[in-house]
C-alpha cells in the first residue's frame, strides 16, 4: 500500500455547497459524544498506524463529520484503512470513539452505494467475510484465492505480488491448505452475524 498525500493540504478547496449538518449530529450519536467537542488536537492521527495511507487520517474524519461534510467523508480512502485498533480513541482527551465512527461510515457508504474510496480493500473484507461465512473461521489460503478473484481486473502483477510469499508460508507451516471448519451450529451462528450490504457491492 503507497502513502497518501493528505487532502487538506492540497490547494484544491473542499467545496461547502453540499454540507449536511445533520450528518454531524448522526455521526455524534454513534460516537456517544458530541463531536463538537472534538479539538482537532491530532493525537488520534499522531497515534493511528495507518494514518500515512490515509487521505484524511482519524482527525480529519472528524473535522469532516463536523462540518457535515457526508460525501468526502463516505468515499475517503481513511475509512477503508481504519484497521479497528482502537488506538485513536485510547488517547483521545475527549474520549470519542473514532473507531466506532470509522466503522459505521463504512456501513453508510456500502448502504448509500456510495463511491468506495479503496476497492481493493473492500474486496479483501468481501473475501474475508465469504470465507467465515463458508467455514465459520477464516481459511488464509482461501482468503488470499479469493481476493485475487475478487480483484482480478488489476492484472498480472497484482495476482503474483504474494506468490513468493504465500509459498515461504506454506514451507514454514503458517499457511494450511485445507479450511478448518467450526461444527455446523457454530458455522450457522456465524451466519446470522455475518449479514450486512457488503454482500451487494
Ligand atoms: S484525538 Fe480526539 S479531540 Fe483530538 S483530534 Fe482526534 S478526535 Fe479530536
Ligand atoms: S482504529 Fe482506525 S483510525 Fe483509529 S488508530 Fe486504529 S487504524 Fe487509526
Not at 14 to 26: E, H, Y
Not at 85 to 110: F, Q, S, W
Not at 125 to 138: D, E, I
Request: proline share 4%; charged share 20%.
Amino acid at each position: 500500500m503507497d502513502k497518501e498525500e493528505k487532502k487538506f493540504s492540497s490547494a484544491e478547496p473542499i467545496s461547502m455547497s453540499d454540507s449536511d449538518l445533520n450528518f454531524a449530529k448522526q455521526i455524534g450519536e454513534v460516537a456517544g459524544t458530541d463531536l463538537n467537542s472534538c479539538l482537532t488536537c491530532m493525537s488520534c492521527s499522531g497515534g493511528c498506524p495507518m494514518y500515512p495511507y490515509m487521505d484524511y487520517g482519524p482527525h480529519g474524519i472528524m473535522r469532516l463529520a463536523v462540518l457535515g461534510l457526508k460525501k468526502e467523508a463516505l468515499t475517503s480512502t481513511s475509512i477503508w484503512r481504519c484497521v479497528g485498533c482502537h488506538t485513536c480513541a485510547a488517547v483521545c482527551p475527549m474520549a470519542i470513539n473514532i473507531a466506532g465512527v470509522m466503522d459505521y461510515l463504512r456501513e453508510l457508504c456500502l448502504k448509500e452505494k456510495m463511491p468506495i474510496g479503496d476497492k481493493p480493500l473492500f474486496e479483501f473484507h468481501k473475501a474475508f467475510l465469504t470465507s467465515v461465512r463458508f467455514h465459520g473461521r477464516c481459511s488464509k489460503v482461501e482468503l488470499m484465492s479469493l481476493h485475487k478473484l475478487f480483484t482480478i481486473g488489476s492484472g498480472p502483477k497484482a495476482w503474483m505480488q504474494d506468490a513468493f510469499l504465500g509459498m515461504k508460508m506454506i514451507l514454514m507451516h503458517k499457511l494450511h491448505l485445507l479450511p478448518s471448519r467450526l461444527m455446523s451450529s457454530g458455522i450457522s451462528q456465524v451466519r446470522k452475524l455475518v449479514v450486512g450490504a457488503w454482500r451487494d457491492r
